[in-house]
């Protein structure tokens, strides 16, 4: 397992964008997915976006496709989500993490190790 490092969040303001970044270290994901998620008070863990690193293939949530941009940087060991057009709904902590070997799709229990989070607040 990976250690998983998230940052990018803030609060912002509807209509404004924001990048959240996850570093990795300490261990190969080349044939493990990585995965976005985030979790509102009071509500599930909600899948996002996720990437199986080898190939590249990624998969999005309905609810953000067309918005959400998920991109890496295979050299900096790091995974980006591109965030437009953000809504109020859209705040929450967001949380990046590694999926079982060949696992990069909605289920969070098939994610083995997770990052601490990263606020993101979208006021009107």
């Known amino acids: 397992q990976v250690t998983l490092v998230e940052s990018g969040g803030e609060s912002v303001h509807t209509g404004d964008s924001l990048r959240l970044s996850c570093v990795f270290s300490g261990g190969s994901i080349s044939r493990h997915g990585l995965g976005w998620f985030r979790q509102a008070p009071g509500k599930e863990r909600e899948f996002l976006a996720s990437i199986y690193w080898l190939s590249g293939s990624t998969r999005y949530a309905d609810s953000v496709k067309g918005r959400f941009t998920l991109s890496r940087d295979k050299d900096k060991n790091t995974m980006y989500l591109q965030m437009n057009s953000l809504r109020p709904e859209d705040t929450a902590i967001y949380y990046c993490?590694?999926?079982?070997?060949?696992?990069?799709?909605?289920?969070?229990?098939?994610?083995?190790?997770w990052g601490q989070g990263t606020q993101v607040t979208v006021s009107s």
């Open positions: 993490a590694q999926g079982s070997p060949g696992y990069y799709n909605i289920d969070p229990r098939r994610y083995v190790s």
